[in-house]
């Protein structure tokens, strides 16, 4: 089977739940203090996806990461803006997972009707941040010691990207699931899957020489 990316099912919610919970309860990555259940991921997903994209790279059944987008702030005003987050699973890093998801995503939100993208990485984090320099985001601010996680202070820098250029009287963001089988979503999955590669097994690393980096 080829890779694919897709919209999160409930399905997907065990394998979100497994690349989640070691960044809850070892990292400053996120916030969250105890990691979600299975039963919460899914949860998640279907409010999510009622309007957002909550997207998962596919590799032959198994969920090499995922990113999705969420609701900006709540008053009316932010409608058009989104916050993002992307996290991929242990053997896939350095895969272009996280970029291929990426480009996905905001290309997606585009085609929704969204304008500017949103990001909060927790410092330092260079892997992230460089993520969303190549992507575009550009820096616009740091929360200073705004999280406290296992015995520290933590800061937040926050990161934007424009998805098209402002103008007056749009109208309001379409639902995700309207953008199904349509040309643009076959269009942002494949520049998304252009950055993505499968990860060398170990065995033909030892047998041929090759490296993750070639």
Sequence with gaps: ??????????????????IYGPFCESTAVSFEYVPPSTEEIANRIRTITAQF??????DNGVVAGYAYATRHRERAAYGWSADTAVYVSPI???????RALYTALCQLLRLQGCFKAYAGITLPNSASTGLHEAIGFTLVGVYLGVGYKHGV??????????LQPERLNPDPPVPVSTLAESRGWAE???????????????????????????
């Design 153 to 162: 202070w933590h800061d937040v820098a926050w990161y934007q990207i424009a």
């Design 188 to 214: 942002a999955v494949s520049q998304g899957l252009r950055h993505y590669r499968r990860p060398v097994p170990p065995d033909t690393v030892a047998a041929g020489g090759l490296s993750r980096g070639r």
């Design 53 to 58: 994209p909550w997207l998962v790279l596919d």
């Design 1 to 18: 089977m080829t890779p694919a990316i897709r919209l999160a099912v409930k399905d997907d919610a065990a394998a979100v739940a497994g």
């Design 92 to 98: 896939h890093r350095r895969c272009g997972v996280g």
